[in-house]
């Protein structure tokens, strides 16, 4: 059992927000779980999450339950509230175990949606306190390790929260794919990155409904689950190597979590295409608009602080590990979530495909040293 997950979940519960965890100043306006119709969702400034109808739609797991009792999207999944929720660690162990699983890294669900709240001083604090509360949960735990979250609204608390989060064992601090409506190259972010470059956290740059005018589009679930979910992962690659930021944070390693591999290929091609082509034809007549990376696209590949997460399913592995090398891919189970595949870990080892030391770096060696593990 050596494999090593690199995007596992924690589903949210009223204990994230404890007044053990929660700033005292913020405790009248802490989140709550409320009942409609047999579905649980969280009210935050009495908005309610997810909000799976409408325009701006989102679908989230959390909360599990109402009152103790299970709600309708809640039934009916493998694993126990204990093992979802972390409020059972031996639980979720067990469920591990079972799926061949040696460490997991996990990753908040509730934050997948922006904005919770357009509070910013809450926003910061119901961060803080999903960190002290997973940070109490795990801490010292050998196979659960966590990743942060911080509010780039607030970037001076998003900073304390980093070195925060460090101080009570994170091993990442996530992101989604844009700043809301800012991309991840605004220069207002640099002090957030020079704290997670100066943790030796890892970024993880997770899919998630993060940019309101594109999330806005949007009013079924089903097209925003494909488009507003997935792109910002993509809008984050272009940012951070476009914008300058990997040449700024050398040291800083980055993956990008839940939307598959294959849009690498695209990617790289469409900046490397880009780079090449308005790089030698602006430099002649609008300097400002040189781009502000000093090297090609592939060059931040091959230094090895970016890593891509595959799905099981990637028909275009073996392309894709063959352009990006062989150390840059690593595999999320997306445990305990009701849409992952079960037995992730043995299904890629089923394959014929790629090489057997190929698995044993998606598996293990590429995440232990995404997490500096």
Known sequence: MDCVDADGHVEECLETFDDKYLDPNFRGQK????????MAYWMIDEQLFPRRVGRGCNNLGTPLTINGELAKHSVGKVDSVGSQELTNIPERLAIMDEEEIAVQVVYTTLFLAYPLTD?????????????????????????????????????????????????????SVMVLGTAGDRLLDDDALLPFYEAVEGNNL????????????????????????????HMPVLMACTSLIAGGILDRFPAMRTVFLEAGCMWVPFMLDRLKHRYENQGELLLKFIPECVPKQALPAMDYVEKGNLFFSAEIEDSLLPHVMAEVGQGQIVMGTDMPHGDRERFAARMLRERTDISDADKDAILDANPRRLYAL
């Open 31 to 38: 989140p709550r779980v409320v009942g409609v119709d047999g």
């Open 119 to 171: 509070n910013v001083p809450l926003a910061t604090a119901l961060c803080d306190s999903y960190n002290r509360w997973l940070g109490d949960r795990l801490s010292g735990n050998d196979r659960l390790k966590w990743a942060a979250v911080v509010n780039l609204d607030d970037v001076d608390g998003a900073v304390r929260s980093v070195n925060e989060a460090a101080s009570l064992g994170a091993v």
């Open 202 to 229: 890892a970024l993880g740059v997770h899919v998630g409904w993060s940019c309101p005018s594109v999330n806005n589009l949007y009013s079924h679930i089903y097209p925003s689950g494909v488009i507003a979910f």
